[in-house]
């Protein structure tokens, strides 16, 4: 059951008070692969925890996630978002799982007022589903930290996105996390479900694509990232469908001028996948 926010103590004043400060929070793309990251101690899931130790601690976090893919774009807005469970055929352990982080009214709203390319909806309907939770409970296991979702329209095209999250940008100068959580290779008909365990198993398409999109990144070469479908067949073995790679187009548009970009948990999966992330700042 949620409760008013006034029970949160001074919570509503800390929201009340999302200034901008001293220094500009990085910006993180990740790819967060089968939802078993999120009860095992694999190396992904310590790179994770490692990642949070290495950055500024947020004030919040806000979460792009493939798993919110959407007639319009909506943010999660309730006091306390409920953990989803949006698989199956996974031990009974992973649907055990809860992650009782708070939710952001306040912040849901001042998104929302930030973004004027379209109508932003405030959701009371969904919660933290797997690409969400399963990585952040890594990085603050304490589920002291307010999450939001903000969800990816399917009727739009990458541009869109992209330029969406240009309007988010202040943000991060509020010291709010933003996370793009998908996977940059994602094609599970093909994946090589008797090799998922053979360490950095990827296919030579996979692994060749995966280095064309890593090398445009780091040019800042965006306009070709946007347009992947001109990158060749690769790219569309890579990107069957749009939803696993919008949220690193987000990670992208939130990229200010002369920033750093690095690689973490750059491994393939399986052949068809890989878990290459990306550190922006």
């Known amino acids: 059951m949620t409760t008013g926010i006034n029970t949160l103590g001074g919570f509503k004043a800390f929201t009340d008070n999302l200034e901008e400060q001293d220094h500009l929070m990085p910006v993180l793309f990740v790819g967060h692969g089968s939802p078993m990251n999120?009860?095992?101690?694999?190396?992904?899931?310590?790179?994770w925890s490692a990642m949070a130790k290495e950055i500024?601690?947020?004030k919040a976090v806000l979460v792009v996630s493939a798993h919110w893919f959407t007639r319009g774009t909506h943010i999660t807005a309730m006091d306390f978002p409920p953990?989803?469970?949006d698989f199956s055929g996974f031990p009974k352990e992973l649907f055990d799982v809860q992650y009782p982080a708070p939710g952001n009214p306040i912040l849901a709203k001042e998104t929302a007022n930030l973004i004027h390319t379209t109508n932003v909806?405030?959701?009371?309907?969904?919660?933290?589903?797997?690409?969400?939770?399963?990585?952040?409970?890594?990085?603050?296991?304490?589920a002291n930290i307010p999450v939001l979702q903000l969800s990816i329209d399917y009727t739009k095209d990458a541009k869109f996105h992209y330029e969406?999250?240009?309007?988010?940008?202040?943000?991060?100068?509020?010291?709010?996390l933003i996370i793009g959580s998908?996977?940059?290779?994602?094609?599970?008909r093909m994946v090589a479900w008797d090799k998922?365990?053979?360490p950095d198993y990827g296919y030579d398409w996979a692994k060749e694509i995966n280095n064309t999109f890593k090398e445009l990144?780091?040019?800042?070469?965006?306009?070709?990232?946007?347009?992947?479908?001109?990158?060749g067949k690769e790219a569309l073995l890579a990107i069957p469908t749009p939803e696993h790679y919008l949220p690193l187009i987000y990670t992208l548009g939130l990229q200010g001028k002369n920033e750093t970009v690095s690689f973490f948990n750059d491994k393939a999966v399986g052949g068809s996948l890989t878990m290459t992330s990306v550190k922006i700042g």
Not at 40 to 45: A, K, N, P, R, V
Not at 123 to 137: A, I, K
């Open 38 to 47: 999120g009860i095992e101690d694999t190396e992904f899931s310590r790179r």
């Open 56 to 58: 500024p601690v947020p």
């Open 83 to 85: 953990t989803i469970h």
């Open 121 to 142: 909806d405030i959701s009371h309907d969904w919660g933290l589903d797997h690409g969400t939770w399963t990585v952040v409970r890594h990085m603050y296991p304490e």
């Open 164 to 176: 969406l999250a240009k309007e988010i940008y202040q943000l991060r100068k509020k010291g709010v």
């Open 182 to 188: 998908g996977n940059i290779v994602h094609n599970l």
């Open 196 to 198: 998922l365990y053979v």
């Open 217 to 231: 990144i780091v040019e800042g070469t965006h306009d070709k990232l946007i347009d992947y479908k001109s990158l």
